[in-house]
C-alpha cells in the first residue's frame, strides 16, 4: 500500500472540474468543491485544484509514478498547440475561451473499453450508479481506502451475465460478458495493443461483441489516448447540427470520419470541446 501527495502542474490553465465532469470518465465522486476521488484500476487519487495550473494529488493503493500521474490527468501531450489549433477554427473559435481549461485523461484500457460498454443507451449519472455498483458489490478492496477497483475480465466471466443484469447493466450485461470472455479466452492483453495502429486499433476494438464505432473511438481516445479519434454521439451530433446545418445528413460513422480529417490530431479534444458546449448550452439553435 502507498499513500503519498504531489503537485502536477500545467504550461497552460487546466481545470479539473470541467474535465472530470466532461462525460469522459465515470469512476469518480466529487467530495468536495474542486476535489475529486478517481479511482484508476487498484488506486484511488484525490484530486484538488490548487490554482490555474497546478493540481495537488493524494494517492492511495498502488503506487503509481509521476508520469504515470500526468497521463491520467492529461498533461503529458502538448495541450497548448492543440489549443492554438482549435482557435484558429472558425467552427470552435467562440467555444476556446470557456473551454481552454479541458484535457483528455488518459485512463487504463480495459477499464475504459467495459465502462463505455456500460454506457450505450444511458445518462452519465446512471453509468456512474451501475459502475459503482458493479465495483463495489463485486470487486476487491483496494489497500488504504473504501473504495473498490473495478472487477477484471476473469472476475466478470465468473459471476456471469445474469448477476450483471442484477446490478443494473441490462442488454449491456450480454455484451460485456462476452468481451470478457473472448478477453479471457484468446488471452487478450488490452495494453498491449498500444503498438497498433489507428486503423488496426479501430478493427480489433469493433471485434468486440456489442462494441461499435462511438465505442470504439471513446475507447481509443481516453484508454490509448489517439488524439485523433472522434466519437460521435448525441451530444457531438446535435452540436455540429447546430455549427454546421449540412452535417445533418452526414451518418456517426461519416461525422466520425469528418472529424477526424478536419482536426487530424486535435480530433479528440474538439470532440470534448463540441460535447461539453452542446450539453452546456453555449451552441445556440
Not at 460485456?176 to 484468446?186: D, M, Q
Not at 445528413?249 to 470541446?273: F, H, T, Y
Request: aromatic share 8%; charged share 25%; glycine share 6%.
Amino acid at each position: 500500500m502507498f499513500i503519498y501527495n504531489l503537485n502536477l502542474i500545467s504550461d497552460i490553465p487546466i481545470n479539473l472540474g470541467l474535465t472530470v465532469r466532461s462525460g469522459q470518465l465515470f469512476h469518480w465522486i466529487e467530495t468536495a468543491e474542486d476535489t475529486f476521488r478517481i479511482i484508476i484500476r487498484r488506486t484511488v487519487i484525490k484530486a484538488y485544484q490548487i490554482n490555474d495550473n497546478t493540481i495537488d494529488v493524494e494517492v492511495m493503493g498502488e503506487a503509481l509514478d509521476k508520469e504515470q500521474l500526468k497521463a491520467i490527468f492529461g498533461l503529458s501531450f502538448d495541450r497548448k498547440q492543440l489549443m492554438i489549433m482549435l482557435k484558429k477554427d472558425n467552427l470552435l473559435h467562440n467555444l476556446i475561451p470557456a473551454y481552454r481549461g479541458l484535457t483528455i485523461m488518459k485512463q487504463d484500457p480495459y477499464e475504459c473499453l467495459i465502462s463505455f460498454m456500460a454506457s450505450a443507451v444511458s445518462n452519465i449519472p446512471r453509468i456512474m450508479q451501475n459502475l459503482h455498483n458493479l465495483r463495489w458489490e463485486t470487486g476487491s478492496p483496494i489497500a488504504g481506502s473504501n473504495e473498490k477497483a473495478l472487477p477484471n475480465s476473469e472476475d466478470i466471466v465468473r459471476i456471469g451475465e445474469t448477476r450483471l443484469r442484477q446490478i443494473g447493466l441490462g442488454y449491456r450485461s450480454r455484451f460485456i460478458y462476452l468481451t470478457c470472455k473472448k478477453l479471457v479466452e484468446e488471452h487478450i492483453a488490452l495494453p498491449l495493443w498500444t503498438k497498433k495502429s489507428d486503423d488496426e486499433l479501430l478493427a480489433s476494438l469493433t471485434h468486440f461483441p456489442g462494441v461499435g464505432r462511438k465505442i470504439a473511438e471513446c475507447a481509443m481516445l481516453f484508454g490509448y489516448s489517439r488524439l485523433s479519434a472522434f466519437p460521435v454521439d448525441v451530444w457531438v451530433r446535435r452540436a455540429l447540427a447546430r455549427l454546421r446545418p449540412p452535417l445533418t445528413k452526414m451518418s456517426p460513422v461519416d461525422l466520425c470520419e469528418w472529424g477526424r480529417n478536419r482536426w487530424g490530431e486535435a480530433a479528440g479534444l474538439a470532440q470534448q470541446i463540441l460535447f461539453c458546449a452542446a450539453r452546456d448550452g453555449k451552441i445556440p439553435d
